[in-house]
């Protein structure tokens, strides 16, 4: 027996198979930049942060200035060097992977409001745009935040509530500003009309 797909519910599988393609395409066109060093933020505090995090189990830096910013970026990257070393590679490598989440969301919820060529063309466009490739490798809370806003907002449209709301929590774990997206929503929900 055949089942059939709408655009609505595309099969797991292939939003995992999509995101294996956009991973390897988007590591491919960063390989270049792998090996830079650490700068701006990412030396400043969120390496930083990932290390006091990974030796001392502290949420709170410890051996930079506290900005106060939400401890998921830190946490995924002392996933990361735990597993891999404490390399700048392996920072770029686990942030390229959230980017790769966060386009096969932005195909996704392109796919869901429109159709296939959108979608495509969304991707790419998104993938390509100056601010998001270069943020695509940084170790920053930007692409985090992002990249759970779109699960979320994706999931919010899917009428998936209890995720949505999974998602834009995490959103704010990774970044404190990001809290203007759900409220918007919300707002949006609440309005009549």
């Given at each position: 027996?055949t089942?059939?797909?709408?655009?609505?519910?595309?099969?797991?599988?292939?939003?995992?198979?999509?995101?294996s393609?956009?991973?390897?395409?988007?590591?491919?066109?960063?390989?270049?930049?792998?090996?830079?060093?650490?700068?701006?933020?990412?030396?400043?505090?969120?390496?930083?942060?990932?290390?006091?995090?990974?030796?001392?189990?502290?949420?709170?830096?410890?051996?930079?200035?506290?900005?106060?910013?939400?401890?998921?970026?830190?946490?995924?990257?002392?996933?990361?060097?735990?597993?891999?070393?404490?390399?700048?590679?392996?920072?770029?490598?686990?942030?390229?992977?959230?980017?790769?989440?966060?386009?096969?969301?932005?195909f996704?919820?392109?796919?869901?409001?429109?159709?296939?060529?959108?979608?495509?063309?969304?991707?790419?466009?998104?993938?390509?745009?100056?601010?998001?490739?270069?943020?695509?490798?940084?170790?920053?809370?930007?692409?985090?935040?992002?990249?759970?806003?779109?699960?979320?907002?994706?999931?919010?449209?899917?009428?998936?509530?209890?995720?949505?709301?999974?998602?834009?929590?995490?959103?704010?774990?990774?970044?404190?500003?990001?809290?203007?997206?759900?409220?918007?929503?919300?707002?949006?929900?609440?309005?009549?009309?």
């Amino acid at each position: 027996m055949t089942t059939q797909y709408s655009k609505d519910r595309l099969p797991r599988f292939f939003a995992l198979q999509l995101f294996s393609i956009i991973f390897v395409v988007i590591l491919l066109l960063h390989a270049p930049l792998l090996r830079l060093p650490f700068f701006w933020d990412e030396a400043g505090f969120y390496v930083p942060a990932a290390h006091d995090l990974l030796k001392s189990h502290s949420l709170i830096a410890r051996t930079t200035i506290d900005t106060g910013h939400p401890p998921l970026p830190a946490a995924w990257l002392a996933l990361w060097f735990a597993l891999s070393g404490w390399k700048p590679a392996v920072a770029r490598i686990a942030m390229l992977l959230v980017a790769a989440f966060a386009l096969t969301n932005v195909f996704l919820l392109a796919r869901r409001v429109a159709t296939m060529g959108v979608a495509v063309a969304s991707t790419i466009a998104t993938a390509i745009y100056p601010v998001f490739f270069a943020q695509s490798s940084l170790a920053h809370a930007d692409l985090p935040a992002a990249a759970f806003a779109l699960w979320g907002l994706r999931l919010g449209i899917e009428r998936r509530l209890w995720m949505s709301q999974l998602a834009f929590s995490l959103a704010v774990l990774s970044k404190e500003t990001i809290i203007v997206v759900p409220a918007a929503l919300a707002l949006w929900e609440l309005l009549p009309g």
